[in-house]
């Protein structure tokens, strides 16, 4: 019945909210697949239901019906506990605030998700060590996130998300508070992890630019899919880096 | 194991960021520790003084006394009337079965002489197992023997006392006093026992065989000549002391012909009972003081939840952020609460070492005997392990049932 191919397949979901004594139906029925090694930008006006999709994409929310399978396990009707599972072992979150821990290493903000499974410690320090290296971090583990640039911030975050070896990766606003030259460094980033490494990107953004990385864009608009579109030729990341002028030796490594 | 360690490293270091405010939030469990420790080894000091005196009046201790008899309608006292004998004391050795010993003793005023010197005390005219039944041990010299009463022999056991006053600090063993023109040997000194707990010198006496207190001495009771001042019995255990009671009761009513409805002729007094009394108005008093001291290790727990409520709180981006990353509920639960208990087991066992530093001082300066039992500490700790898991659950929980999205939303 489900398409081998599709990481996410959600029918018919609907999401209404109480807001006192009137209903607020946030998502009013919304169907789609994403396929494997899919790279999806979320885009839409703030109220149109994106971040609440978002939200039960990433097992953070129940949709009130429809349905919704995630590497073929039915979700939309399991535990707080079992989609925590779920959480840890299928999705990597990426936030626009970076949200590590603070007065906290490096490599220890990256074992996180780790540390909710059976792995021993030493293999937690190494699969860490390993997800730094990925984002280009090496030699700055044990620098505590406020000796860090936003930038940097921001990829110790994706390598917290990748430390798991998750199915997908969302991304919400991860871009918002960086500047536009960070900005693209992370898309190149993900580029790369969506090409090299086949997970699948779902990345909110406000931003058109950033859109243009994904290779399928979905527009939202009042809880509903206003538009899914395929983008033949996404731009690439790394080649618009090389296109900009060089700022600091730093970034040449990054 | 290695999981419990992990988490508390992460707790001591979770605590150290906010190094002010948590070293203030265990002063209220170090001080509430402390004060139950100090409190309770105070009582238990107490306590233990209590039963140092009455073990100083022989274990397991009944004296039976002569009893009050009624002759046409006057009540006399007791002792009145000499009702008690040697014969009756043997006949309680022999046939209760809950009696170890019975010891008659009769006792009388007497001025002992040594040389120049001279002093007046008490005599008690004793058995040989009078020493057991008050727990005597000898400092110098042997107590006198059954042949020694069998054969009335002039001999004496000093207390204490005594033998300073008569002798200063020479052992008088094997030395002469002469009681009423009779010249005894001195065949032992008594280890003293100090004061009786209703404050008599228990050293100041004279110990003679009974037969010879009675024959030379005191002098004989004119109409029985077996009579005795009092009965010493011994129950063989602790627990066997009310049925000591009934059965040399039982006996002692018939030897006597009593008939039944009529008034004993004898006096039964279990002194451990007194003393008893006195140890358990102690103990009620160490319970005071421990449940006073407790409600401050309460107030610290207070705290601790007060803080941790705060914590909770101020971490609730973390706490979505964890629940983000697969932390589920008990995760999340179990962290703030090792938390909690880290902190107030932290200050328990500051608050012990603070707690047996008090006592050792009150000892010290206020001459006040305290005793801290390990009991007493394990039961602090414990007792702090479990003011931090009380205290910290709801914390804890509150943290462990948030809602995640909102969680990573909190500015």
């Known amino acids: ?254 | 194991m290695n999981k419990i360690f992990a988490s508390m490293r992460i707790a001591l270091r979770a605590l150290q960021v906010n190094r002010t405010r948590s070293a203030l939030t265990m002063l209220g469990i170090i001080i509430g520790v402390a004060a139950v420790i100090a409190m309770v080894g105070v009582g238990a000091g107490a306590t233990d003084r209590i039963q140092q005196q009455i073990q100083s009046m022989g274990a397991n201790l009944i004296i039976v006394l002569p009893g009050s008899v009624s002759s046409n309608g006057v009540r006399l006292g007791s002792g009145a009337v000499a009702s008690l004998t040697q014969d009756d004391a043997k006949a309680i050795a022999a046939e209760c079965p809950s009696v170890s010993l019975a010891a008659p003793a009769v006792r009388g005023n007497v001025q002992i002489v040594n040389g120049n010197s001279n002093w007046a005390t008490t005599a008690q005219g004793v058995t040989p197992d009078y020493m057991t039944i008050r727990d005597y041990t000898m400092l110098s010299g042997q107590f006198f023997t059954t042949q020694d009463v069998d054969a009335a022999a002039k001999t004496a056991v000093l207390g204490q006392t005594v033998a300073q006053n008569l002798f200063g600090i020479s052992d008088p063993t094997g030395q002469v006093v002469i009681i009423k023109n009779v010249p005894f040997t001195v065949a032992g000194v008594l280890t003293p026992k100090g004061q009786s707990p209703t404050g008599q010198d228990q050293d100041d006496v004279i110990l003679l065989p009974i037969s010879t207190a009675t024959q030379k001495v005191l002098g004989a009771n004119k109409a029985n000549a077996k009579a005795v001042g009092s009965l010493m019995v011994q129950a063989s255990r602790a627990g066997t002391m009310d049925q000591a009671q009934q059965e040399l009761t039982a006996l002692l009513r018939e030897r006597h012909r009593i008939q039944p409805g009529e008034d004993d002729d004898f006096t039964v007094r279990n002194l451990t009972e007194v003393y008893a009394a006195q140890e358990s108005s102690a103990q009620v008093m160490s319970i005071l003081l421990g449940a006073i001291a407790s409600v401050s290790l309460i107030v610290g727990g207070i705290g601790i939840m007060n803080i941790m409520l705060v914590s909770v709180t101020e971490r609730t981006r973390e706490i979505g952020l964890r629940q983000a990353v697969g932390a589920k509920t008990r995760d999340i639960l179990s962290q703030f609460l090792v938390e909690a208990v880290t902190l107030s087991l932290l200050g328990g066992i500051i608050g012990i070492v603070v707690g047996l530093t008090a006592s050792l001082l009150i000892s010290h300066f206020a001459q006040w005997s305290t005793k801290v039992s390990l009991l007493s500490i394990l039961l602090a700790f414990l007792f702090s392990a479990l003011v931090g898991v009380f205290f910290g659950y709801y914390p804890a929980r509150k943290a462990a049932y948030m809602d995640p999205i909102e969680a990573l939303r909190y500015e």
Request: glycine residues 8%; contains cysteine; negative net charge.
């Open chain 1, 1 to 254: 019945m489900s398409d081998p191919s599709a990481v996410i397949e959600i029918k018919d979901l609907v999401k209404d909210y109480k807001l006192g004594e009137l209903p607020v139906h946030v998502l009013k029925g919304i169907s789609f697949d994403i396929q494997r090694g899919d790279f999806v930008s979320i885009m839409g006006p703030s109220g149109s239901g994106k971040s609440t999709l978002m939200n039960i994409l990433g097992c953070l929310d129940k949709p009130t019906s429809g349905s919704y399978s995630l590497d073929g396990i039915p979700v939309a009707r399991l535990s707080r506990d079992e989609l925590a599972g779920i959480r840890n072992k299928k999705i990597g979150f990426v936030f626009q605030q970076f949200n590590l821990l603070a007065r906290t290493a490096a490599v220890e903000n990256v074992e996180l998700p780790l540390m909710y499974t059976d792995v021993p410690a030493r293999e937690r320090h190494d699969r860490a060590m390993k997800a730094l290296a990925a984002v280009g971090l090496t030699g700055r583990e044990d620098h505590q996130p406020s000796q860090l640039s936003g930038g940097q911030q921001q990829r110790v975050a994706i390598a917290r998300s990748l430390v798991n070896d998750p199915k997908i990766i969302l991304a919400d606003e991860p871009t918002g508070a960086l500047d536009s030259r960070t900005s693209i460094e992370i898309m190149a980033i993900f580029q790369r992890l969506n090409h090299d490494d086949g997970i699948t990107m779902i990345v909110v953004t406000h931003d058109p630019d950033i859109a243009t990385y994904s290779n399928r864009n979905i527009h939202f608009k009042d809880g509903r899919l206003q538009l899914d579109e395929r983008i033949e030729h996404p731009r690439d990341a790394r080649h618009d880096l090389q296109q900009l002028p060089v700022e600091t030796p730093e970034e040449v490594a990054a």
